[in-house]
């Protein structure tokens, strides 16, 4: 084996094990950053910094757990429910704020509700052009547009590569469409990768074939 290939083989081996753990690093580091600000609310007397001399990282992370669990506790009984009704009719005042909020809060109700749905099934439909098939997830339909359609239809959105919070939404017919056994989260998991990641049996028989290419490669020792 080739000095070079040698070389290269192993770089690139060193490689697919510091990518995903420094970019999982860095990922978790910007969220512990960003919550820690929370810290910033508190009075200059509690922080760390005045009692201990210095920071500790990660607590602004319980801080901000702590202001959200409780702040679903409030909000479960009765005055808590009559505070949000009359913070959010508030915001529903003001305008473009009104917008902005309502559109905001109807995606994060259909996201975190234990009874909604953000997403059905998993759909292959001809985008952008009739030669080429996307991924699309299949959505909801509004009501008062049923009956506007000759045929019928399915909404779809259908993400973008790398970031799937953009896409498009579009109405296509349920005829034209091609449903595929695949979970939400392993679409996304496609679209987010450009198509790189694939399903966990599809990686492991992959790990499997290069070790024993590696094994094949590796001169005999001495």
Known sequence: ???????????????????????????????????????????????????LGFHIPGLGVILTLAVVFLTGVLA?????????????????????????????KQVSDTLFSGSGHAFRKVLLVRYPHPEAWSLALQTNVPSELLSRFPEEHVAVFIPTTPSPVNGFYFFVKRSEVIEIDMSIDEALKYIISMGVVTSDSSVKERKIADARLMQRDVPPSV
């Open 1 to 51: 084996m080739p000095k070079k290939s040698f070389f290269k083989r192993y770089l690139i081996t060193g490689l697919l094990i510091w990518v995903p753990l420094v970019i999982t690093v860095w990922v978790l580091n910007l969220l512990v950053s960003t919550m820690d600000q929370s810290l910033l609310l508190l009075p200059q007397a509690l922080r760390t910094e005045s009692w």
């Open 76 to 104: 479960a009984n009765f005055i808590g429910q009559k505070l949000v009704s009359f913070w959010e009719g508030v915001l529903l005042r003001i305008p473009v704020v009104n917008s902005i909020y309502k559109a905001v």
